[in-house]
Structure formats: C-alpha cells, structure tokens
C-alpha cells in the first residue's frame, strides 16, 4: 500500500502532529514513564538496561468462536498478487530462469506492500484470529461483561500462494481509537495506520509438519497490531505465533461482529496496579494455551503446534506477564523479557531453570527490577542491551514513524530496529525450542555492533 495516496498534504502535515504523541509515548505511556508519585509504581520502560551490561567477550469449542478471516483484511489494495508470491518464493535458479534479475526487482518492489519488512524466514505466513472466551474466570476490570474475553491473531507457516489478500494492519476502528487516545489533535486518517501493509494471508493453508509454539504480549495500552512484524517473521522461520489483545487493556480491540471494545483501564491503574495486570495477563496466557494445545482445541490447524515446544515473550509489561506466566505454567519452555518493567518479581527460586532472554534499551535511568530478575533467573540466560533504541524499538514503532515520514532521528531505524529484535528473538528460540546453537547469544556480532551480551 501506498501511504501517499491515503495522506493528503494536509494529513501527511498533521502526522507531524501525531508522532510527537503517538510513537513514542504510544509505546511508554506517561503512566509507566512517569508514574503520578501517589501510585507508587515504577516506570515500564526499564533502566534495566541504564547501567548497560558490558559486552561479552565471548472443531472449534462453543467457547472459542475461530474467525478464519480479518474482516478487514480485503482494506488492503497492495497485496502482493499470487503469482508474485509464487515467484518470489520459488528457488533462485528458478526465478533466474522465469524472469530477468532486473525485472523481478522491479516487480519486488511494485508489489510489495508500503509496510513491514518483508519475513526473513522460506515459509509464507498465513494468519488466522481467534476469539476466545474463558467461561472460568469473570472479567477482572469490567466484571459486569461477564467471561473473560481475548482476541488472537495467530501466525503460521503457510503454503505459498494460497489464502486471501494480505491481512490489514488492524482494523479502522482500532486505529481511530488508538489516534484518538494518544493524537486527539491529529488529524491522520485512521487508515493511514489500519492499511499498513503486512505479509500475512488470512485462509492460507498450513505448511506440512509441526512446529514449535511462541505467544507475544503486547505492551499496555497497545494493541495487539503492534508486534505484528515479528511475528510474521517468526512464522516464516518456522514457528506458530500467537499474539494476544487482553480486552480492555488497549485503547481498542474489535470483536466478532464489528464491535471495538475500548480500553477500561489505561488512563487509571486498576486496583492493585500494574502487578495486578501482570498477573491477569499470566492467567490470560495461561487460557491461551489451554486453547490452542488443548484436547479440543480453538484453531482449526492446531495440529501445527507441537505442545512440548512452546516458548513466550512479551513487549513492556508483556514481558512481565511473561515471567508471571512462566513461574505458574511449566508449559513454557523459554521466555523473553523486551523492555519491560517486572512488576510481578521473579522469586528467589528462579523458574525451574528454564532460560529467560532480556532485551532491552541503554538508557540513563535504573531499573533494579532488572537486576533482581537476573540475579533470581536459575538457567541459562542473557542480558541483552541495544545501543541507539528506545522503548518502542522493540516493535513495529519505528517502521510506522518512517512510513508517515516523521521518525525519530536520534533513534535506530525502522529497518534496524526490526532486524536486530527478529535476529536476536529468533536465535533465541530457535536455540531453546529447536536445539539449533545460535552463537549470536554468546558475544558481539560484526554484524550487530550496536548489542551488548552479557552472560551470567
């Protein structure tokens, strides 16, 4: 897609307006980044990496309603055609017979959407989203909705050419909602951001075998949209990713049927805080996995998952939930924190020795969540800092502030911002939930210069 034929001058002027408010505070809202002193809560984005560690030298249930397609997946006119994804997924020498080197460039970039990155991985990427709803538990921050409710985006590899076109970014609703919580000034269409292009086709057939599982969670208030380029990527490398909206907890998240539930706690902590979040979102995961390994499964293709293989990292306080999960639910092989304050604390007794991955900024501030999560973690683990990043790198923040043409320029680029978080996630759980040695982990990279290692 072609953002300059959805902004107007007058609109691509007004994205000046909104990143100032949108990206980043979107990704580190004021409430995490400078808690009122009353509430008594740390920021999310972490210091962790403030005193930055030095490199190292070295059917489906009546529970759970499966939608199999984005109802606004058609809103993206640039998809890639079929025959496109077929020759750009064909062999080399394939497409060195098919069509002139110069040709297929040429074709690479008329066709690809104006968005994200294109997955690093050799699968194509099918999405699937699920809404599921957890009969057991009544919502903890609107109990007068009654269950508990989650929308899924699942990401799986695909067989190419198959499925419909490629799935917006999130739908206009969605957008609207997000612009006006955090941009009630600007105004950017909402879909300027909705019609972001992505690489995932609701409807694609599964990809023969099985393969190891990843759930993302996103940061507070921010959908669930906001991870979507690593978890594309992660797909195309073989893996089934779920990214999670935790209902009202976002500024929107559209339901079945259209309607967009908007966000019940983020301009006041709930009672119990930020660690009450945490520790909702744990029971949350938890659910999700019930859903997706279970005996009666939610996915139509959960037959993909290999249930002895599921690891879990979250963005913010995501990655809270994820060290909250993973000391409740033995499930979870592996985890990874990404700039996230950890409001629930990792015990003294560590997390069975499982191994848990911190990635974050290199900022002036401290986090002593941090320090205590990495004296507590008993398996293997790293500390990993990137020079340059901020709270938002860590997802598709920089890639969206670079198509509205407004990014920050003291910070890494969209481009570099997606391939050091898709490199490092990747090495990680292709080590842990593959057996495949990634020595990416284990010191500087020529190829990384900006992250720091530290090993224990």
Not at 38 to 54: D, E, L, R
Not at 139 to 167: E, H, K, N
Request: with cysteine; hydrophobic share 45%.
């Amino acid at each position: 897609m072609n953002l300059s034929r959805v902004l107007s001058r007058q609109t691509a002027v007004a994205a000046l307006v909104v990143v100032a408010a949108l990206y980043p505070p979107l990704l580190a809202p004021a409430a995490f980044a400078a808690p009122p002193p009353a509430s008594g809560f740390a920021a999310q984005a972490p210091a962790s990496v403030s005193a930055a560690p030095p490199a190292a030298s070295v059917p489906a249930d009546p529970s759970a309603a499966s939608v199999p397609a984005d109802p606004s997946a058609a809103s993206v006119p640039a998809a890639p055609s079929p025959a496109f994804v077929s020759a750009a997924q064909a062999p080399a020498s394939a497409l060195a017979v098919q069509v002139p080197a110069s040709a297929r460039a040429a074709a690479r970039a008329a066709e690809a959407p104006a968005g994200l990155p294109r997955p690093t991985g050799p699968h194509a990427v099918g999405r699937a989203t699920l809404h599921l709803t957890d009969s057991a538990r009544r919502d903890p921050w609107v109990p007068a909705a009654g269950a508990r409710q989650l929308m899924v985006s699942v990401f799986y590899p695909a067989r190419p050419g198959t499925g419909g076109p490629t799935a917006s970014y999130m739908t206009p609703e969605e957008a609207r909602l997000l612009l006006r919580a955090k941009a009630p000034d600007s105004t950017v269409p909402a879909e300027a951001l909705s019609g972001i292009g992505t690489w995932s086709r609701p409807g694609a057939r599964p990809a023969h075998g099985r393969y190891p599982l990843v759930v993302l969670s996103p940061g507070f208030t921010l959908p669930r949209a906001t991870l979507t380029g690593l978890a594309e990527d992660l797909a195309s490398r073989g893996y089934v990713v779920a990214v999670v909206d935790h209902l009202y907890e976002t500024t929107g998240t559209t339901l079945p049927g259209g309607r967009t539930v908007p966000c019940a706690i983020c301009d006041e902590p709930p009672a119990g805080g930020y660690p009450a979040v945490a520790k909702s979102r744990a029971a949350d995961l938890s659910f999700v996995l019930d859903r997706l390994t279970g005996s009666r499964p939610a996915w139509r293709y959960a037959r993909m998952i290999d249930p002895a293989r599921i690891g879990m990292a979250g963005h913010s306080i995501g990655g809270a939930a994820t060290a909250a999960t993973m000391a409740a639910d033995p499930r979870v092989r592996a985890g990874a924190n990404m700039d996230g304050t950890f409001f629930a604390p990792v015990s003294e007794g560590g997390l069975g020795g499982r191994p848990f991955l911190l990635l974050g900024q290199v900022s002036g501030l401290q986090d002593q969540t941090w320090n205590e999560a990495w004296a507590h973690l008993d398996g293997w683990k790293r500390w990993v800092t990137v020079a340059g990043a901020d709270h938002g790198t860590f997802t598709d923040a920089p890639v969206v502030t670079e198509l509205l043409g407004v990014a920050e320029p003291d910070v890494l680029s969209g481009a570099r911002s997606e391939a050091i978080t898709r490199a490092y996630l990747a090495a990680f759980f292709d080590r842990h939930l593959k057996g495949n040695p990634r020595p990416l982990l284990d010191g500087p990279s020529a190829r990384y210069p900006e992250v720091s290692v530290r090993l224990p």
